[in-house]
């Protein structure tokens, strides 16, 4: 028997834009549990909520500022505890977030690390010296544009933040940090917590000599922060060899409660990835580059077997999270770019490991408009040209009422226009070919079909290109990428299309030479 999320489909919810049961404008943990119901119909098995914990909000909540509180904005402690049992009655596990690559610059330890050189939580931090020059320590930069170094004026050090100055890294160094941290995973775990989604995992320990990291390629836009991240090769700030020593242990310390350990890994390399779930470390890792990547399905299947041929259970397959673009907008968006979202969802529901949606990935959601005015992100607000991730973040659309149903009267933290009923719950939950209904069609098919994520995976020699296929057992996926319809030569005997992600041949009994339709993908088992 396989662990509990073995066959596990997971649900990713930005409580912020959930639903809003105090009506002041933000998700709550109370609102959340009260659509519970809608999530057990969906068919989903987990949850995983983005932070709910104490943070002034400069990131929206990955900055925290007490690790073992609710925000008052989300709730408190006993909304968590009713939240995870509601879910647990319903059959639901609960993944929580934990930010441990940084702290909020609010949190005590922060404030007293800056507080004197001598405080017995300085060393919670990464302090340096400046270079000779007076200016920062290494040539790092932050994922949220400029330097990843700060000058605290009154020690005349930097520390070092790979995000927001207001984010401080923790210095994983430091047993005192290892610490602190078993007692916050057991904090959670003693709640009822079934498992954490770990934050930038790839990102706690930094080179020993905080060496310079090597630039790729010149950078033509120095205030776009993506560009100039993705300028360098990040050979010393993350995904160095002894951050898996850290989960190594977190698995000691979470074992006694059957959670699972999710990391939110961008390692250089696919070939690196397996070093973080081989033995005793994390369950799985978030795969990410399908999430920002734009239509490019030779490319996106390339990775998708080689990542399966990496590991087989150890990864969480996502089109979709609250970082990127909608993949329905990104895929090319209309009507395309959702066929495609739900053709790759279904080929990723038959690559083993524990995949996740994302919320509104349901209901075949594009990126919202916002106005300039309206945005929040600080990608948006702090850099002249950053490409923010407010487009994905916006309230959740349950029906027309006000804020679609978000919140009775408050207007929503993150002002966007309401979507029309078609985009909807309310919209889609009574039509059958509504983009809801083939996700939830979708989920039920793989729980119907253990082979999907159990068999052995044998991938097929063809086809290739902007084709795949996988046997798996008594089951198959295909996934037509391209943008013709394609002929694919089953093996012996009678195959029945138990899914089609364009709806047309579900149920269809096919042998031999058969024909898959263009940009989709079929599940198909032996009769
Ligand atoms: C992760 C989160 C992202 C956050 C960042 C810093 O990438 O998914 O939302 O801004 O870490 O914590």
Redesign the pocket.
Known sequence: MGRWWSGSVGYEIYPRSFADANDDGYGDLEGLRLRLPYLEWLGVDAIWL?PFYSSPGF??G??VSHYCEVNPIHGDLDDFDRLVADAHDRGLRVVVDI?P??SSSHHRWFQQARESRDSPYRDYYIWKDPARDGGPPNNWVS??GGPAWTLDEASGQYWCH??LPE?PDLNWTNPAVREEFDGILRFWCDRGADGFRI??AHGLMKDPEFRDNPQRVPITDPENPAEVFGAYDHLHDLDQDATTDIYRRWNRVIEPYDAILIG?TNPRTIDRVARYVEGDGLHTIFYLEPVWMSWKPVELLDKLEAMNRASDTGVSWVID???ASRSATLFGGGVDGQHRSLAMMTFMCALGGFPFLWEGQELGLHDAQLETTNLEDPISTRNEHGIG?DVTRTVMPWDTTHANGFSATAEPWLVAPDRPLEETVAGQKGDPDSWLNKHRELLSVRKSLPDLWQGKPQWFAAPRGNARALRRGDTIAVANLGQAAMEFELPPGSWEVRYDSRGTATGDRLAGPATVAAEATYLLSLR
């Open positions: 983005a990131d929206h990955y900055d930010v690559n940084h994922h949220f790979l995000f984010q934050d930038v939110e999270n609250h970082d991730r």
